[in-house]
């Protein structure tokens, strides 16, 4: 049934077929759902650019305290604090490893995002398609009548304005199903693309995790690296 009320209204049937009005009423039931899946996708694009935001935010937070503490363990080892310095890398050392599940969770959020991005746009393409082919039933209709009445100039006016906009309705709707295929086959490739960067920042395998002996000497190369300059 669902394709043949389509193919009706894309001129591949006569619309002796059906009744225009009761196809009307499919078609307007179909752009209901539509718009309410436009809405949901809306609302989940939503949820995830604030949850997107609020990860880059904490990132953010982290990289300051970090700062914060390499510049207290710089100034503990040049006054020879090494005990005081050793214990501040491993404060370091925790808010990096933080850290780095932070920015994973945000790579995965901004992945998330782009995915629900593409799905708002094809629910609003869908959603036109639909007014598209709600305006088709309704002018099908109206052409069904013309054609009921007697013959005369003021209806063969009409009838030919009517089978004009149809044929102009009829002809953005092939543009748009080409459109649609074209971004169909940039969504897939976009896809592949957030999967290979996710295998990428994934390295296959789990990653090192800082200690306070790498951040204790990390922290000693660049003093000794700034010594040698000044």
Known sequence: MFKTVISLFRGRYSPGLLSALRVAGFIDEDRREAALSLDLAERALGAAVSANAKELRRVASLDRRIAQLEQRASQELGEGRIPAAAETAGRIASLERLRITACETQKGLASEVRRLKR??????????????DQRI???VAVAERLRERPAGRARNEQLAETEATLARLRANQARSEAAASAREALNNAAV???IAGVLAAAGFGARPQPTAEEVLLRLRTRAA???LVG
């Open 119 to 132: 799905d708002v746009a094809a629910a609003r393409d869908r959603l036109a398609d639909w007014e598209r």
């Open 137 to 139: 039933a309704h002018l």
């Open 192 to 194: 592949s693309m957030d």
């Open 225 to 227: 690296a700034l010594r």
